[in-house]
């Protein structure tokens, strides 16, 4: 992972926040398409997630995250027989964050359940909530997992907050 300086970070955050207004949802519902789900994920280089990068451009993109769900939440058609949208950020590592539109009941289902021998995923009951620690202002559901995997016997632990239309446990 690079260290160094990271340049021009209002610059990229600017470009970042036109971006994640250009995602556009709900464009590929047709027989054609897979319909169980779609996702968006940031739509930038990894920048936002290396550790020279100031918390407060982190926080901003959180906070454009959200809104952008709670966008999509607003625009969702009426006539789909199924369909969530659930706003994931992955912390500390921001770039892997996205927003999953579920189109299938089976697979919005299934996507909760992570215990494998690859990956688990542990859901923390009373943990610290992201929005409040960040001063974000929602009314999204929020749940927080704990994630941990396992690969070539090395463990990678991280913290994926969900909002939106989370399933209940």
């Known amino acids: 992972m690079y260290y160094g300086k990271i340049r021009g970070q209002k610059r990229k955050l600017k470009m970042l926040l036109k971006n994640i207004e250009k995602i556009e949802p709900y464009q590929k519902i047709d027989e054609a398409y897979d319909n169980r789900f779609d996702h968006f994920h940031v739509p930038s280089n990894p920048w936002i997630e290396m550790p020279k990068t100031s918390s407060k451009i982190k926080t901003t993109f959180c906070e454009a995250w959200i809104r952008k769900t709670e966008e999509i939440l607003r625009a969702k058609p009426k006539d789909l027989k199924f369909c969530k949208v659930v706003c994931c950020l992955s912390i500390p590592h921001l770039w892997d964050s996205q927003i999953i539109i579920f189109y299938d009941q089976e697979y919005y289902d299934l996507f909760w359940k992570r215990r494998g021998d690859y990956q688990e995923w542990t859901r923390i009951k009373n943990g610290r909530p992201l929005i409040k620690e960040r001063n974000i202002d929602t009314d999204l ?26 399933r209940e446990e």
């Open 141 to 166: 559901k929020e749940v927080c997992v704990d994630e941990t995997i396992t690969d070539e016997g090395k463990k990678y632990i991280s913290y994926i907050w969900f909002y939106g239309e989370v």
